[in-house]
């Protein structure tokens, strides 16, 4: 019998190697494809919009964001047609996007590159690097009716390109641009382009351009000391008429841009109207056609929800109606008609949206919208408007809102939804992965166990009710089986809602909450990917610090599951939780406590109250400790802990790092102190390991057949450091591993004529770190990994403060052929299965490269006993096999995190990559050992059983016949 | 088939010479069974033997002293089987070498549970040996021979790697060990 286990393990081992020498394949196979996976694309918050008109029937809208992306969404299904993402940061910042036919223009990287793309497929029609300079304004010029030109005005030149080619027609410097601002392009068709440009509360410039050869027509100053701004206050209107309104004198000012002259006041009083105190009034005009001047009438916002029709007739204001209340406004042009659209609120859960003709200010027969805010949602933000002539010429339209956070929204009349889409999840924060809860059957049996007996009689009765719901649920489902069994395959859906929620066989749906930048919380099921649920959180600050954990699982049936948004304000440093369901989003009942001080860390522990919530400490900038939920279990079981309770922090900015002990009183003590000079090095990143990572194994096997034990040290910190020199020849980064208990260092490596960013690894007995030698121009991934020796010190307790043997180190350094965007290693349930780390790099693949090759164990010369142990023999290069890619061709753009949770089978780890897209799918990185393959063959198999059973009663009976037969003879 | 009424004759006729021979039932009072029936058949005539007596001559059971000897060599062949096993089983073990494969493991298997199963059914051999008079020498010198047998089959067990005599058999019964402190921290927010 004790051969068992050894034989066991050769058998093992022989399976290992035949799994090494069978060529480890990853890749999913055709038929596999989008069965685990899913991946969804966004484009992020969009800044312009443009409908595509120049056909009747097209169905594009065309969306310029602030993540720098370019794309074509499809109005009646909301998906993308086609999509261009540019760089990120101010590089490849979209400043303007104009529309003409078929050709979209933008100018990039504040005025840095023009290019034209082809709305139909989105393909590039030109592009070329402008003059430098800082971008101001670019329109489009037209000039006897047609549309041949785009100007670009940057801050001291103006230049005008052909829209065929992109080709330059002439620049000209703009004249006194040292002083004067020039903010704003504008042509009205007639053969001029005029740059208007401003000196702050001196005067106006206009300087006039002729389209052809780029000469200064007219060139003019006009006093107006009350302007500041043109593109906030002002609008061309008409012809050649610049308006602009001022809050301060409460006046309009028109300004012909044909004659020398002074600016027309015209005190809003006359008009009978009143600027909101304190509100910046502004104008919206309209220039249908970039051949033909502007139209006459024009919006003034007066209000947050004041909004008025003007119209200039004949050099006179007239007031052509007042909207009131109007939260946002938007001109549509179809053919030659132009109306208004307007949005205004109806009552707490909705907004109406009307036309008006602009000529006239008539509401338009039967144009009502409806337009219902979600109540987890924000506010509409944004509105644009798709107007088309129906067959009777009469107006149809489409809107498309966009929301405080971030949410598109296409409504269709008379308030159909015909799609959103959750652009906040272009930008996911953090994010964690829930079980889901039991079924409501299996919670029922569970209750009936949970809650106290009374009597025999009771119990009986509640066994046989629970038993029956049971029946009943099982009838349902082969109910369901039968009746979907008739429909055709493609019609059978099954639809996540979050009533029908519940946890499946092996554990491997989940809940992901994810938290964006925006305030928005998620919570979307893994399996199909559907937005379950979603809150905002509206007053989050700009730059805030969230950390996301969860307080209780859904393992505690009758309480429910509970998670805790902790929301930093980076300026005040004041911080507030949000606590709330992860499985129905849903605000929790329990009050969080107010926090008055600004917070420094946050720490769950194992500890749990008589409730089964972790109990969450919140050390403030006085390095005391409060801890929620705080009641007198709690407290009292932190008094009986406190000695054992440590935690760190790390100051990146004073590069410092302090260890603390917990005292009685929930103030701190401190232990340790490390300094790490700020003037030479600064602090990027610390890892520690993740609280839920099991490790099966506590050594490895040598050649030899002796044991090799792992240090697995669960108070270790890997701190990773880059020099404050970023000279190619001085700079280095350096890596630290350090307890944070004890503050000792064991284990110090600095990498010279290195470079970050480091990205960085922390798992089990070892560190992967990956970074750009500046000496030889390439990635490089190193590994360290620590061992205790061949003998365990003490194998039943790990105490950090008990450890006298520092730990054997080994480290080895591999080339990699790509740089990374961001890495994370494979988590299983028990810890069985093999390590593989999980690579997103910036071409959109995720890269699963097995541990196996960054093994500091790996020998130069192959030995007997490096062949025994598997060890591959070390060659500097790392390769990347395209079987290797766990996403196929599904590129995720710009990953910004790898997150991954165990699921309830050991081979298998659920994986989620965010970024701008968001893509889910499963890894087994030691193969599916624990199921049957999808293509098993039952079928055969049990065909197969059954003939063997048949053939074996027939020849038996034959057998006995023959028998008796011969006993007869 | 074709000429029903002339062959059914025929076979009416042979059906009826067979029963003659083959009777509905049939006593004989003769120890014989079929085949000394057929015998009979075969020739021999219908004589009958009286009871008791058997046609083959019964062999002389009475000990002689010659054949003394011969047990004893009978049973030192008995005693000594399992050692004169062991050149063959020290062949076959160096042949199959210490790579884990089917055919090693299965000669393993066999050289293992040959000894072992004599030893089980120790009891039934020396019944066999009871006759000799060197009795619990051959015994002994059997027994030996099989714990040889064992002994091998274990060493190339051990040789092979198949014995947990190693501490890396055991890692796997190494629980985790337990943490003593609670930590956590990070990055001031």
């Known amino acids: 019998q004790a051969k068992a286990p050894a034989a066991m393990a050769k058998l093992i081992l022989l399976c290992l190697n035949f799994i090494i020498l069978s060529n480890t394949v990853e890749a999913v196979f055709e038929d596999q494809v989008g069965k685990f996976d899913w991946r969804q694309q966004y484009v992020g918050k969009v800044r312009f919009s443009h409908f595509d008109t120049h056909l009747q029937s097209s169905k594009k809208v065309l969306l310029a964001t602030e993540k720098n992306v370019f794309a074509a969404l499809n109005t009646r299904t909301g998906e993308l047609f086609w999509r261009h993402v540019d760089r990120t940061g101010p590089e490849g910042n979209i400043d303007a996007l104009l529309l003409h036919g078929q050709d979209a223009v933008l100018v990039i990287g504040n005025g840095r590159l023009l290019r034209s793309w082809e709305i139909n497929v989105g393909g590039l029609n030109w592009e070329i690097v402008l003059d430098s300079g800082s971008f101001q304004s670019a329109c489009l010029v037209g000039y006897q009716g047609t549309v041949k030109h785009v100007a670009v005005l940057k801050k001291a030149s103006i230049s005008l390109h052909y829209l065929s080619n992109g080709h330059q027609k002439w620049v000209e410097n703009l004249p006194e641009s040292e002083t004067v601002d020039y903010q704003a392009v504008y042509s009205g068709g007639n053969g001029d382009v005029y740059a208007l440009g401003v000196v702050p509360h001196s005067h106006i410039t206009v300087v006039s351009y002729n389209v052809e050869d780029g000469e200064i027509n007219k060139q003019m100053s006009v006093e107006a000391p009350w302007l500041s701004n043109i593109q906030a206050s002002c609008a061309v209107i008409a012809k050649e008429m610049l308006a602009c309104v001022d809050s301060s004198t409460a006046s309009l000012y028109m300004l012909d841009l044909h004659v020398q002259s002074q600016m027309t006041q015209i005190p809003l009083q006359s008009l009978g109207l009143e600027v909101d105190p304190g509100f910046q009034p502004a104008l919206v005009s309209t220039q249908p056609n970039p051949a033909r001047p502007p139209l006459s009438e024009f919006f003034l916002q007066l209000g947050p929800e004041q909004h008025l029709l003007l119209q200039l007739n004949n050099g006179q204001i007239v007031v052509l109606r007042d909207f009131k209340p109007a939260i946002l406004v938007s001109f549509a042009t179809t053919g030659e008609k132009t109306v208004v659209a307007v949005m205004s609120p109806k009552n707490k859960t909705a907004c109406s949206v009307n036309l008006f003709s602009a000529e006239s200010g008539r509401r338009l027969l039967d144009t009502t919208l409806i337009f219902n805010m979600d109540p987890n949602g924000g506010k509409p933000e944004k509105l644009y408007v798709q107007t088309f002539l129906k067959k009777d010429d009469s107006v149809g339209y489409r809107v498309m809102v966009q929301t405080e956070d971030q949410t598109l929204t296409l409504i269709q009349q008379p308030g159909r939804v015909m799609w959103t889409r959750e652009e906040a999840l272009s930008d996911v924060v953090t994010m964690e992965m829930v079980d889901l809860p039991l079924t409501g059957?299996?919670?029922?049996?569970?209750?009936?166990?949970?809650?106290?007996?009374?009597?025999?009689?009771?119990?009986v009765l509640k066994r046989l009710s629970s038993q029956l719901i049971l029946l009943q649920a099982w009838i349902s489902h082969l109910w369901k089986l039968f009746y979907d069994a008739r429909k055709p395959r493609s019609l059978v859906k099954n639809d996540v809602t979050i009533e029908n929620l519940s946890r499946d066989e092996f554990n491997l749906q989940k809940m992901m909450i994810m938290v964006t930048a925006s305030g928005k919380l998620f919570g979307i099921d893994s399996k199909t990917g559907s937005i379950l649920w979603k809150h905002?959180?509206?007053?989050?600050?700009?730059?805030?610090?969230?950390?996301?954990?969860?307080?209780?699982?859904?393992?505690?049936?009758?309480?429910p599951p509970q998670c805790t948004l902790l929301i930093k304000d980076k300026d005040t440093g004041l911080a507030t939780l949000h606590v709330f369901n992860p499985i129905f989003g849903k605000k929790s009942h329990i009050t969080p406590p107010t926090l008055p001080q600004p917070i420094l860390q946050s720490l769950i522990l194992p500890l749990m109250d008589?409730?089964?919530?972790?109990?969450?400490?919140?050390?403030?900038?006085?390095?005391?400790?409060?801890?929620?939920?705080?009641?007198?279990?709690?407290?009292?079981?932190?008094?009986?802990?406190?000695?054992?309770?440590?935690?760190?922090?790390?100051?990146?900015?004073?590069?410092?790092?302090c260890g603390y002990r917990l005292r009685t009183d929930l103030s701190t003590e401190l232990i340790w102190e490390v300094i790490i000079p700020t003037e030479v090095q600064r602090i990027v990143s610390v890892k520690g390991k993740r609280p839920n990572e099991h490790v099966h194994s506590q050594g490895r096997v040598m050649g030899d057949r002796s044991v090799l034990y792992k240090y697995l040290n669960p108070n270790l910190l890997a701190v990773v450091t880059e020099s404050t020199d970023l000279h190619q020849e001085r700079s280095f980064i350096g890596i630290l591993l350090i307890d944070g208990v004890t503050g000792r260092i064991f284990h110090e490596a600095v990498q010279r004529k290195a470079r970050g960013p480091v990205h960085?690894?922390?798992?089990?007995?070892?560190v992967v770190y990956e970074y750009w030698s500046t000496k030889s121009r390439r990635n490089e991934f190193s590994v360290i990994e620590l061992y205790e020796g061949m003998e365990l010190y003490n194998s039943s307790v790990f105490s950090s403060l008990d450890r006298p043997h520092a730990p054997q180190v080994l480290q080895q350094s591999y080339i990699f052929p790509s740089s990374i965007s961001t890495m994370e290693a494979t988590l299983t349930e028990k810890g069985i299965t093999s390590r593989h780390l999980l690579i997103g790099l910036p071409s959109g693949g995720i890269l699963s490269l097995p541990k196996m090759f960054l093994d500091p164990r790996r020998p130069e010369i192959v030995s007997e006993q490096s062949r025994e142990e598997n060890l591959i023999p070390y060659s500097p290069e790392l390769l990347i096999r395209t079987e290797w890619f766990i996403n196929y061709n599904q590129t995720v753009s710009r990953v910004r995190g790898i997150y991954t949770a165990p699921s309830g089978l050991e081979s298998t780890c659920l994986v989620v990559a965010y970024g701008l897209d968001i893509y889910q799918t499963r890894v087994y990185p030691s193969k599916q050992f624990d199921v049957?393959?999808?293509?098993?063959?039952?079928?055969?198999?049990?065909?197969?059983?059954?003939a063997l059973f048949f053939a074996t009663m027939i020849s038996k009976r034959l057998a006995e016949v023959k028998l008796l037969n011969r006993a007869w003879r | 088939m074709a000429s029903p009424g002339g062959q059914g004759a025929g076979a009416l006729s042979t059906r009826g010479g067979s029963a003659a021979r083959r009777m509905k039932w049939a006593l004989e009072l003769s120890l014989g069974n079929t085949r000394s029936r057929s015998e009979r058949q075969g020739g021999q005539g219908d004589v009958i033997y009286p009871i008791g007596y058997s046609e083959k001559p019964v062999p002389d059971t009475s000990i002689q002293e010659t054949d003394k000897n011969l047990v004893e060599k009978r049973c030192w062949d008995v005693a000594l089987g399992p050692l004169k096993q062991i050149p063959m089983n020290l062949f076959i073990m160096y042949m199959s070498g210490n790579t884990i494969?089917?055919?090693?493991?299965?000669?393993?298997?066999m050289m293992a549970w040959r000894p072992i199963q004599a030893l089980m059914s120790m009891s039934a051999?020396?019944?066999?040996l009871e006759s000799s008079s060197q009795q619990w020498l051959q015994g002994l010198v059997y027994l030996i021979g099989n714990l040889l047998g064992s002994a091998l089959a274990i060493y190339k067990c051990q040789s092979m790697g198949l014995l947990p005599t190693h501490s890396s058999d055991w890692l796997a019964f190494i629980e985790p060990p337990q943490r003593m402190e609670i930590m956590g921290g990070g990055m001031v927010l």
């Open chain 2, 101 to 109: 494969s089917i055919f090693p493991i299965m000669m393993v298997c």
């Open chain 1, 760 to 766: 960085v690894v922390h798992s089990e007995n070892w």
């Open chain 1, 536 to 559: 905002y959180l509206d007053n989050i600050p700009s730059n805030a610090a969230f950390k996301l954990m969860v307080q209780r699982t859904t393992a505690h049936f009758p309480h």
């Open chain 1, 610 to 657: 008589q409730d089964y919530a972790k109990v969450l400490l919140l050390i403030d900038d006085q390095y005391k400790v409060s801890a929620f939920p705080s009641t007198k279990n709690v407290l009292q079981q932190l008094q009986e802990m406190a000695s054992s309770i440590f935690f760190y922090l790390v100051d990146s900015s004073q590069g410092r790092l």
């Open chain 1, 441 to 459: 059957t299996q919670a029922e049996l569970e209750g009936e166990f949970g809650k106290k007996a009374d009597g025999l009689m009771s119990m």
């Open chain 2, 125 to 128: 051999t020396f019944k066999l």
């Open chain 1, 932 to 946: 049957l393959k999808d293509d098993y063959d039952y079928m055969l198999i049990s065909s197969v059983l059954f």
